[in-house]
């Protein structure tokens, strides 16, 4: 081989090894800058969960508030007339269970923008409770449909307690054994990871599923129902909700619920048709926490709605605020009666002295 093949040689090896150099750098620059941006995109998405979580932490403390003020001006109520009206019966009942998802909502006040690290198994059996709170609270609303719509009787099946709440627990179980059985257990239930309320790899199964039972059925009977009522009273010239305290409490409650059921159902089956495509980028995570938010902000405006809209309720609160009123302000002076004491026993000593 003459030199000069094997300059020629050792020139094209120099620059194919030059050519793979760059070509290595190139691509550790492009994994830097990759690296940079997720970070930053999951730091970004991090600080809107964190405003979103402040946001209902504050929220949820007002309804924590109302919640319980509420369960007391229920309980002075009934010790004081020794019963309850039907409604106000009903809607003691879904307070309390709007209070119980205010309660389960506080493992997302405490761990996001990071998520609860729990079993499997443990994730599972706060979902299911989560779905069977809110179902219950839900169905109550159902009730308070048909007996605002219909004005039943005392003795009709739907003002008797304990068929009603053997309605709704039986039916609320069911609709929510069948949601577990479509989600399934996923791999070993004991191990640990990070849990979700409805995390997107259930599928979009059991997102349509659940945007159908806890979303669909409920507020197609109220609306049924309302509907209904509407038509019986244009018959009888009547204003229909107009002769109840409960009926403008109901149709708010109702429908600022609806609002918060739709916006989150509607997200976790839109996480669920792009995470059967592709993985969640960090915003999308991000949309699903906030949307978790928006769910259980309504158990909270709907504990301050009644609390506010519903008048005897309202006027226990104003009622507590001028006692504390009163003892919060200070005694006035009262020299009289320092004075007319010693005078009145001066006086009848100088009657003893006398006689």
Known sequence: MSPTSQFSISSAITESSVNITESSVNITESSVKTTENSVLDETA?????SNANYIYSLLATFGLLAGCFLLYSFIQTYRAHK???WLGCLLWVFCGFQLLLLLLSLHTVAHRPRYLNTTALGCAALSFTINIASLCGLL???LMASVLTFDPPSNHLLRKSRICAA???ITSLL???VLAGIRGPRGDLQKGGNCLMDPTTDGVSYAVARLCLVF???YILQLGLLIGGCIRQKESNGRFLSGSEEGPVFLAVTGFTLICQLFYSVALLRGALINSERQLTFHQKAFLSV????????????LLLVLFMHRPCRESLYGVIRRLRDCCRRPGPQPNRNIIAPIYFFNQG????ST
């Open 291 to 302: 949307s978790e938010f928006v769910l259980f902000s309504g158990s909270s405006v709907s």
């Open 83 to 85: 019963r309850l009206a």
């Open 45 to 49: 998405a991090n600080d809107l969960i």
């Open 167 to 169: 309605l709704v627990g």
């Open 140 to 142: 109550v609303l159902v």
């Open 175 to 177: 609709i929510s054994l």
């Open 216 to 218: 669909l059925i409920p």
């Open 350 to 353: 100088i009657k003893v002295i």
